[in-house]
T-cell receptor, first 116, second 113 residues
Framework: EPEVTQTPSHQVTQMGQEVILRCVPI?????FYWYRQILGQKVEFLVS????????KSEIFDDQFSVERPDGSNFTLKIRSTKLEDSAMYFC??????????????FGPGTRLTVT | RKEVEQDPGPFNVPEGATVAFNCTYS??????FFWYRQDCRKEPKLLMS???SGNEDGRFTAQLNRASQYISLLIRDSKLSDSATYLC??????????????FGDGTTLTVKP
């Protein structure tokens, strides 16, 4: 069964450093998403992406964040200058319009980002 | 008011019980509705989409009432393996763009032997 993969599974970085989180969505999917989940809190939408551009973004997704699809398979989230409060689990998801407007999203296993 | 509001829980039920989760959403422009389950420290996994006509998958039944902006999930004959946090998710998309999904806080279910 196809699945979304994410690397690394755990990233430790120092405050102020740049990090890039990587995702490989399911191969025939067209829509891509990033979410974060701070420990003990709800899943929060960050950004959605389609046709090589951002579709929607939340207020969390400020100028420190960017997304890119550098090639036909990867989808990345970059945080330019990490803060302590960026420590969270980051989930990538992808979905495909499958003849119904369901937009079912399938999630990767997540990258746990720890900022020290 | 929260965009997506779920029963606060937790729910602790014996095996074999029937349990119902409720969810309301505030944005009437919402178009797609889902239930996910999330096990501790794992990714959300899609349980089922929710349609206005209602849909059933084995022991799970989901209902949507657009007029009341209300979504429900019923689990019958609950199993120990159903223990998880259940997430109500609402999606809004404009045209063919990827849209935005809003998650509820989740309702935790523990099924006991």
């Amino acid at each position: 069964e196809p699945e979304v993969t994410q690397t690394p599974s755990h990233q430790v970085t120092q405050m102020g450093q740049e990090v890039i989180l990587r995702c490989v969505p399911i191969s025939n999917h067209l829509y891509f998403y990033w979410y974060r989940q701070i420990l003990g809190q709800k899943v929060e939408f960050l950004v959605s992406f389609y046709n090589n551009e951002i579709s929607e973004k939340s207020e969390i997704f400020d100028d420190q964040f960017s997304v890119e699809r550098p090639d036909g398979s990867n989808f990345t989230l970059k945080i330019r200058s990490t803060k302590l409060e960026d420590s969270a689990m980051y989930f990538c998801a992808s979905s495909s319009l499958m003849g119904l407007p369901t937009y079912e999203q399938y999630f990767g296993p997540g990258t746990r980002l720890t900022v020290t | 008011r929260k965009e997506v509001e779920q029963d606060p829980g937790p729910f602790n039920v014996p095996e074999g019980a029937t349990v119902a989760f409720n969810c309301t959403y505030s944005n009437s422009a919402s178009q797609s509705f889902f239930w996910y389950r999330q096990d501790c420290r794992k990714e959300p996994k899609l349980l089922m989409s929710v349609y206005s006509s209602g849909n059933e998958d084995g022991r799970f039944t989901a209902q949507l009432n657009r007029a009341s902006q209300y979504i429900s999930l019923l689990i019958r004959d609950s199993k120990l393996s159903d223990s998880a946090t259940y997430l109500c998710v609402v999606n809004i998309q404009a045209g063919t763009n990827a849209g935005k999904s809003t998650f509820g806080d989740g309702t935790t279910l523990t099924v006991k032997p």
